[in-house]
């Protein structure tokens, strides 16, 4: 059964992320009040949960103007289009426990025909499984000033308070892009993420245990890179790398004799996986609890879609993997402000986007990655931010960790780190 929430926009202001006080989508001949309709996740909804507090955050995204409102407001907008972030809390009869859930919605067109907007909430709930902690996917440069591929990694964390095993978790990076929409059909997203690469620890459940603050390094190549790249560090003592078998003999990966290597579970290269490093995808992990073999057969994805260029328009199809949402332990959508579209994986896994560099093809970007926020120290080690929000969770344009923790190269001019944080902005 659905529970439909009808919320009138205007009323008390809970604080306006603006230069002023007034909003500036509100009144003229050209305004709105839209009608929200907001359906309750079933668990909830089944048991009579009623929302008790509720807050609601609407971006222009022509103006990027954001401001707050309570709950059961009315507000008056013009027409336009908008992000929308409902958040809230939702009591049970018999429950002591108040749930809270999300809901969020990008690019929803208001206008006088279509005013209502129909939003369904997931239940907000705390993670137990890993978190990335970091993702450096620009690389560095060499002294010449050309890109240097190999040294980026992602970082995973045991934000927990017990020990988790990174058996059987995957590391997944998003087929589509951030930077480039188009009407997907059939449109899956808010049951699976299209994925292009799965690459997946091994173990037999309980051989990488990893304690209440620690983490993984999940390299590209295990080598000490300052060997090919004086601006680059050591990762021959990484944990995991991702290696691929090419089949293009001008572009063979290398094998770390030191770094055990991820089981490759799919990609789409014919040579070797490297980060994209401008930033436009989303990575994720995810326990997939069937066998490769089985996976691999049964769960792809064919859709279509129009590309629209001056010669005119023109039908595509393709077909991808798939893992579904309920699989996916974490995610981080990456971009740059001058050219985001849109997140490419469901709001209830991310809600915002972290970034490196301002510009496509920014040459500050290199040396640089986005490294989750650190919230306050728990017996010596850090706590972070994990709300499922990675514009809020994650600091973003940070020098790699590697390079602080290592004191090594931070920029083409060879200047070194001397400085160490937690988290790419807090000092330690």
């Known amino acids: 059964m659905k529970r439909i929430l009808y919320l009138f926009l205007i009323g008390i202001i809970l604080g306006i992320t603006a230069c002023d006080d007034t909003p500036q989508d509100v009144g003229d001949n050209d305004s709105i009040m839209p009608k929200f309709e907001i359906t309750l996740p079933a668990n909830l909804d089944s048991l009579g949960g009623k929302v008790t507090s509720a807050t609601i955050e609407v971006k222009n995204v022509s103006t990027g103007r954001t401001t707050t409102y309570a709950g059961e407001a009315d507000v008056s907008l013009k027409t336009g289009l908008y992000d929308f972030t409902y958040t809230g809390e939702v009591a049970v009869p018999g429950d002591s426990v108040e749930h809270r859930i999300t809901v969020f919605s990008q690019n929803v067109e208001l206008t006088h025909s279509n005013s209502t907007v129909k939003l369904t909430a997931f239940e907000s709930n705390d993670n137990d499984d890993f978190i990335i902690s970091e993702v450096f996917f620009t690389g560095t440069l060499q002294p010449s000033g050309n890109q240097y591929y190999g040294d980026d990694y992602i970082k995973i964390y045991n934000n927990t308070d017990h020990v988790l095993y990174a058996d059987g978790l995957s590391i997944l990076e998003s087929y589509f892009l951030t930077t480039q929409k188009y009407n997907y059909t059939p449109n899956i997203m808010n049951r699976a993420m299209t994925v292009q690469a799965i690459y997946t620890i091994p173990g037999n459940g309980h051989d990488h245990p990893v304690q209440p603050g620690g983490e993984l390094r999940i390299v590209d190549t295990g080598i000490d890179h300052r060997v090919a790249n004086p601006n680059s560090f050591d990762l021959s003592d990484a944990d995991f790398e991702w290696y691929d078998v090419s089949t293009m003999p001008a572009h063979l990966d290398i094998d770390s004799p030191t770094v055990p290597n991820l089981d490759k579970w799919y990609c789409y290269t014919l040579s070797f996986w490297v980060l994209h490093n401008r930033g436009f995808k989303a990575w994720a992990l995810a326990r997939i609890p069937i066998d490769k073999a089985t996976y691999l057969k049964n769960y792809l994805y064919t859709f279509t879609y129009d590309i ?36 490419v994986t469901d709001p209830s896994l991310d809600r915002g986007w972290s970034y490196c560099g301002n510009i496509d093809k920014d040459k500050t970007r290199y040396f640089h990655s986005v490294r989750r926020k650190m919230l306050y120290l728990k017996d010596g080690h850090p706590v972070l931010k994990d709300t499922n929000n990675s514009t809020a969770d994650f600091n973003p344009y940070s020098i790699a960790s590697e390079i602080e923790r290592k004191h090594t190269v931070m920029n083409v001019d060879g200047t070194k780190c001397t400085t160490e944080t937690w988290d790419g902005v807090t000092p330690k």
């Open 308 to 343: 629209v260029l001056e010669a005119g328009s023109f039908p595509m199809s393709q077909t991808k993997y798939y893992i579904p949402n309920e699989w996916i332990v974490d995610a981080v959508n990456c971009s740059v402000a001058s050219n985001y579209t849109w997140n």
